[in-house]
């Protein structure tokens, strides 16, 4: 299973789903800023629904290992919660992260 949050891939790789988050982007010149499909700043109730939808799909799975990427440090809504869920399970997944 892989949770994607940016535009779907062209190709995936076989024996892979792929679980698509309401798409978003940040910019390195703009630290923090998120922004929607549109290129338009999300707010707080985005951020609030997008980190809902990506703890129900952790809910339904129950994942051994949860990869993140380092490069996205404007998306602590919703990996700090998914983390710290993930931590509580038991067993609890592996965490580790891409540099």
Do not use: C, Y
């Not at 949770?3 to 940040?26: K, M, Q």
Request: aromatic share 8%; proline share 10%.
């Amino acid at each position: 299973m892989l949770a994607w949050g940016g535009l779907a891939p062209a190709t995936i790789p076989d024996g892979v789903t792929l679980w698509l988050l309401p798409v978003a982007w940040a910019r390195a010149e703009s630290p923090g800023l998120i922004l929607n499909a549109q290129g338009q700043p999300v707010d707080h109730a985005w951020k609030k629904r997008r980190a809902a939808a990506l703890l129900g799909l952790f809910a339904k799975m129950a994942p051994h290992l949860i990869v993140l990427d380092m490069a996205a440090p404007g998306f602590r809504f919703e990996l700090e919660p998914l983390t710290a869920i993930a931590r509580r399970r038991s067993p609890a997944p592996t965490i580790e992260t891409m540099t």
